[in-house]
């Protein structure tokens, strides 16, 4: 009693917050805009979306992501980021992943529990590349005068 918070009780996938902030606009943006998408992918999941549907849905993740983990290395070249070796290692195994996960999706006899999962991962991924690579890296640009 007392919540006038319509949302109150409802819990989403990934609760963002600003815990997962590091302090450079641009990607703090992309990293929200990602969550939300997962979010929403999982909604729909749940939801009922059919095969083309997720396919579609998982498909701009991917492609989000690709240009999210671009902006972020553009940043490394302009600073000289002294990490942007490790770093950029980790998008790279992650977009393999991506695109591991499009073909093995289409192959398999149930393409949603496959998804459910891989969205698990994606969470877990996002939130723990965020809290030690890209925190590092937001301090970075900081010092730079990058925010
Ligand atoms: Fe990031
Ligand atoms: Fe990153």
């Not at 819990?11 to 590091?22: E, L």
């Not at 996002?126 to 990058?146: F, Q, R, Y």
């Amino acid at each position: 009693m007392g919540s006038n918070d319509s949302r109150a009780g409802t819990m989403s996938f990934i609760n963002w917050s600003d815990f997962y902030r590091v302090g450079v606009a641009e990607i703090d943006a992309d990293h929200e805009r990602l969550a939300g998408m997962i979010n929403r992918i999982h909604d729909e999941l749940y939801g009922g979306a059919n095969d083309d549907r997720q396919q579609r849905l998982f498909a701009m993740l991917s492609e989000a992501t690709r240009h999210h983990f671009a902006r972020e290395e553009s940043f490394f070249d302009s600073t000289h980021y002294p990490a942007a070796e490790h770093h950029r290692r980790l998008h790279a195994d992650l977009k393999q992943r991506l695109d591991a996960f499009q073909a093995n999706r289409r192959k398999a006899s149930d393409p949603t529990v496959l998804l459910a999962a891989e969205l698990a991962f994606l969470r877990f991924w996002l939130l723990d590349h965020i809290v030690k690579e890209d925190k590092e890296l937001g301090a970075h640009l900081n010092s730079c005068g990058i925010r």
